[in-house]
């Protein structure tokens, strides 16, 4: 290296690096940048597009539809009897037809949709809640906490290995028949099936941001380790979590239809719900496959909103695709 | 704050005023196994009894190759990677023993520059929120306008532009992104800086500016630097003393000038020789001396002096069994038995033949055995 004693004053070379940013424009926030990222990239438009039909559907949708969903019409006026075999299809007046107790399936299928988001966004705040909460005290505590943070994050993390080892339907169903049947129970169930996800994401993520430099040079600053945790650490280990969240939506959806299926969902079978409606439609598959048909397309196209969103999102958040 | 240190009675005969005193420092990694409680089976001896005195004012170059302990030193310093044994007195203050709530206060007197400026800089802070941290977490500064005022004398003295302050690190340059390191760690007024490595992972071009704003920085405001660095160039360049570290432990001390003209210590004669001649006609006809083997495992170190078993000018008696320790030579302190007759030209080098299995391994694989360094992440 040639270092002149005489040229210390390189202003030249100074100003040319300083042009390389211009203007006075404020600064783009990581998250600004994600979010541009997201909006250019056709498959996060498409899953984004999938959920707001969806959401759409299942707030304002039961306020719109054409019969009551639990009204059994078709019984009271002598076209359905499932006994027989007769569940009439699609018509101009129930456009999805009946469903085995002679109520219209459409109108079910809508207000389903209600319930069907409702369980899986709070089954997956449930999980995400707990499991956050476990894995950011084992992560700070093995990230910054020494010996005894070592200890306390190997205790938290044995109990999340036994939750993990349990096949998770088996531990949503000894869950859900634990605390008896009901709607709060299914999505309590369904939760903890990802709260040890959740708990492993953050922690792994948290202890690899604690052996950053950032952290040692807010230390040396003289911040609180608490602080350095909280402030730091934390928010630059959420951006998979996030993206596990929006995954995990569409599985627990999945899940939650899994239970109803088995008979552990909400046990007020009158109120519509995807899972039971599909469980619902296995004795009539040979008479009417469509009323499988619907909830199942239902489930897998809001699943698939979900995930394609959630994918389009890990890319975004990626750190090593930013320009 | 330039209280004189009349209490340390343990400075060498004609050294200045010392801001920092290493004694004896150690810094032993365990290296554990176990599912819930760790079993202690070995240590990484990254610096293993290191004295070194940074006089204030001035710039203290510490050199050697990677993995040498040289970062972990730097940080054992500030008390960033607990010392295992040892003391560190910081203007007299014995450090190693204070409180946590006393050393958080004595942070914004000693602060770091770290190697690399993206890894060193939270992505989700802005220029602004990354200054106002130390400031805030000292209580420096009434309100945010006095507070804006500190900030903006820093990013002057470091060559900012006020607008930074709003954007990101992910929208500055290497070199950008190193002066807001510089200026993190100056806007809290300290009075010893250690710098990791601070330009290895720039360009050379924005090295030369960024070793001379340091040079400015310290004339105007008094800084004592520890440098810590594995650019030969670049630490002759600011230092006034060098050190020179191999396998946790100095092994050459001596001022700048000195120390490049005429080294004493073998592994320091074959660093320097390492160092290219801009002459090729010079740079075909030199000496050069290659050292065989590799640094060995610091969790494992070589009985007696720990360079022997690569040092060509190695000898049958005392270098295997007897450590040497840091002597004075003629104004050098170099930690090697025969430095006179290394330098007399009495003892010639002679042929090293490369240990592959060397003796007393039965520890740890060295394989799973690796001197905790730069954490450094190459996004």
């Not at chain 1, 997201?38 to 949708?61: D, E, K, S, T, Y």
């Not at chain 2, 295992?84 to 709530?101: K, N, Q, W, Y």
């Not at chain 2, 710098?195 to 070793?211: F, G, N, R, T």
Request: charged share 20%.
């Amino acid at each position: 290296m040639t270092l002149a004693p005489g040229k210390k004053k390189e202003k030249l070379d100074r100003l040319a690096e300083l042009s390389a940013v211009h203007d006075d424009e404020r600064g783009v926030s990581l998250w600004r940048e994600a979010m541009r990222r997201l909006r250019r990239n056709p498959a996060a438009i498409v899953g984004a597009v999938i959920l707001a039909a969806f959401v759409l559907v299942a707030v304002i949708g039961p306020f719109l539809v054409p019969y009551e969903p639990t009204d059994t019409i078709g019984v009271r006026e002598k076209v359905v009897s499932s006994g027989h075999g007769i569940i009439p299809g699609p018509s101009a007046d129930h456009w999805l037809g009946y469903d085995h107790q002679g109520r219209d399936e459409f109108s079910r299928m809508v207000v389903g949709a209600r319930q069907t988001l409702i369980v899986g966004i709070v089954s997956t705040l449930i999980g995400l809640t707990i499991g956050v909460l476990i894995g950011g005290v084992a992560g700070a505590a093995a990230g910054l906490g020494g010996r005894w943070g070592r200890l306390v994050d190997n205790v938290l993390m044995r109990i999340v290995d036994m939750m993990l080892s349990l096949p998770s339907l088996l531990l949503a169903v000894s869950v859900a028949a634990l605390l008896g049947p009901s709607l709060v129970t299914v999505m309590i169930a369904v939760g903890m099936v990802s709260v040890p996800v959740f708990a492993r994401l953050l922690r792994g993520a948290m202890i690899a941001q604690a052996n950053r430099d950032y952290v040692l040079a807010a230390s040396s600053l003289g911040v609180r380790k608490s602080k350095i945790a909280i402030s730091h650490i934390v928010p630059n280990s959420l951006a998979p979590v996030i993206v596990q969240a929006t995954l995990t939506l569409a599985t627990a959806i999945i899940e939650v239809a899994a239970l109803s299926f088995l008979g552990l969902g909400n046990p007020d079978s009158a109120v519509p719900e995807w899972g039971l409606m599909l469980a619902d439609a296995q004795k009539y598959l040979d008479v009417r496959p469509g009323l499988a048909i619907y909830p199942a397309v239902g489930i897998i196209i809001t699943a698939l909103g979900f995930t394609l969103l959630g994918e389009a999102m890990r890319e975004a958040l990626d750190p090593k695709l930013r320009r | 704050m330039t209280l004189p240190a009349t209490d340390v009675g343990t400075t060498r005969a004609g050294a200045t005023d010392a801001l920092v005193e290493v004694r004896d420092l150690k810094v032993h990694f365990p290296i554990t196994t176990g599912v819930l409680f760790d079993r202690v089976v070995g240590h990484v001896k990254a610096v293993d009894g290191v004295d070194l005195t940074v006089p204030r004012g001035q710039t203290y170059g510490l050199v050697g190759e990677s993995g040498c302990g040289k970062s972990t030193l730097g940080r054992a310093i500030l008390q960033l990677t607990p010392p295992t044994a040892g003391e560190v007195r910081f203007d007299g203050m014995e450090l190693t023993r204070l409180s946590a709530g006393k050393m958080r206060g004595l942070r914004r007197r000693m602060q770091m520059i770290f190697q690399d400026p993206m890894s060193s800089l939270d992505p989700r802070q802005n220029v602004e929120s990354i200054l106002t941290e130390g400031l805030a977490a000292h209580g420096i500064g009434a309100g945010r306008s006095e507070r804006r005022d500190i900030i903006n004398r820093t990013l002057d003295a470091v060559g900012l532009p006020h607008w930074a302050l709003s954007r990101y690190p992910h929208e500055f340059s290497g070199g950008q992104r190193q002066r807001i390191g510089i200026a993190r760690a100056l806007v809290l007024g300290p009075e010893l800086i250690v710098a990791d490595e601070p330009v290895s992972a720039l360009d050379v071009s924005i090295q030369a500016q960024v070793i001379n704003l340091l040079d400015e920085l310290q004339e105007e405001l008094g800084l004592t630097y520890l440098v810590i660095a594995h650019d030969l160039a670049v630490v002759r360049h600011i230092s006034d003393v060098v050190g020179v570290m191999y396998l946790g432990a100095l092994v050459e001390e001596a001022p700048s000038d000195r120390l490049y003209r005429e080294p004493l210590h073998p592994y320091t004669r074959a660093l320097m020789s390492a160092v290219p001649v801009p002459d090729p006609d010079l740079e075909d006809r030199r000496e050069r001396i290659l050292l065989a083997g590799d640094l060995p495992s610091p969790a494992n170190p070589p009985s007696g002096c720990r360079f022997h078993t690569r040092c060509p000018w190695a000898q049958p008696t005392r270098c295997a069994d007897e450590r040497p320790v840091l002597r004075d030579v003629g104004g050098t302190k170099v930690a090697c038995h025969w430095a006179e007759q290394i330098a007399s030209g009495e003892l010639r080098p002679h042929e090293v033949r490369v240990e592959l299995v060397r003796p007393g391994d039965e520890g740890e694989a060295p394989s799973i055995v690796s001197a905790p360094s730069e954490p450094g992440t190459y996004v």
